[in-house]
Nanobody, 119 residues
Framework: QVQLQESDPGLVKPSQTLSLTCTVS??????????WSWIRQPPGKGLEWMGA???????YYSSSLKTRTSIARDTSRNRFSLQLSSVIPEDTAVYYCARETWWGSFGSWGQGTQVTVSS
């Protein structure tokens, strides 16, 4: 059974960098051919795929967020991270980490963590 757990950053001020970590249990983040993804959902809106890091360390980003987004991994701790720079209030959302297959399905999700961008 695969489980994912997001960290809890709480309140983030505008212009700061949002940092989140997803800890994975029950599966290795280096196992072929899975991808480890970040998705967010602003209030009243749909899910937005932000990016992912693959089993081999390759990264992929949404075109709308790629200039501000960085995804990395720590294989020794079996976890991966998200950094979103220069945050604005519109970045307020519930942030999820998830496991994505090579054909684009999401079978395992974290519970999500609320991030509020406010001064």
């Amino acid at each position: 059974q695969v489980q994912l757990q997001e960290s809890d950053p709480g309140l983030v001020k505008p212009s700061q960098t949002l940092s989140l970590t997803c800890t994975v249990s029950g599966a290795s983040i280096t196992t072929s051919y899975y991808y480890w993804s970040w998705i967010r959902q602003p209030p009243g809106k749909g899910l937005e795929w932000m990016g992912a890091i693959g089993y081999d360390g390759s990264t992929y980003y949404s075109s709308s967020l790629k200039t501000r987004t960085s995804i990395a991994r720590d294989t020794s701790r079996n976890r991966f991270s998200l950094q979103l720079s220069s945050v604005i209030p519109e970045d307020t959302a519930v942030y999820y980490c998830a496991r994505e297959t090579w054909w684009g399905s999401f079978g395992s999700w974290g519970q999500g963590t609320q991030v509020t961008v406010s001064s």
